[in-house]
């Protein structure tokens, strides 16, 4: 799992779809798909159901989300953090 495919689900839930999240982080349809099946293949579990060319998140999706927002917040403190160390340093 890396932090690219993190993004790619995170922008898929936050966008609302594979389309939106591509444009969104400047990318292709195809490389968001690539990255999402990447990423569910390495947790071993599907993070969205497929319902008529659409993406709708299963349960646990949801819950691994929830987890994805928890750690980006943490990412943006310890960038947050950086810049006032290199500011002070």
């Known amino acids: 799992m890396n932090l690219r495919d993190i993004d ?3 922008a898929i839930m936050t966008s ?3 389309g939106a999240a ?3 982080l400047s990318t292709s349809q ?3 798909s690539r990255s999402l099946a990447k990423l569910e293949a390495e947790l071993g ?7 008529r060319g659409r ?3 299963t349960r646990e999706g949801l819950l691994f989300h929830a987890e994805v927002k928890a750690n980006l917040v943490g990412l943006d403190r310890l960038k947050l953090r950086a810049a ?3 500011e002070v340093g």
Do not use: C, E, M
């Open 16 to 18: 609302g779809g594979a």
């Open 30 to 32: 195809p490389a968001i």
């Open 45 to 51: 579990f599907s993070l969205f159901d497929r319902i």
């Open 55 to 57: 993406l709708v998140p």
């Open 22 to 24: 591509a444009a969104l």
């Open 8 to 10: 790619v689900f995170h």
């Open 84 to 86: 006032q160390i290199k």
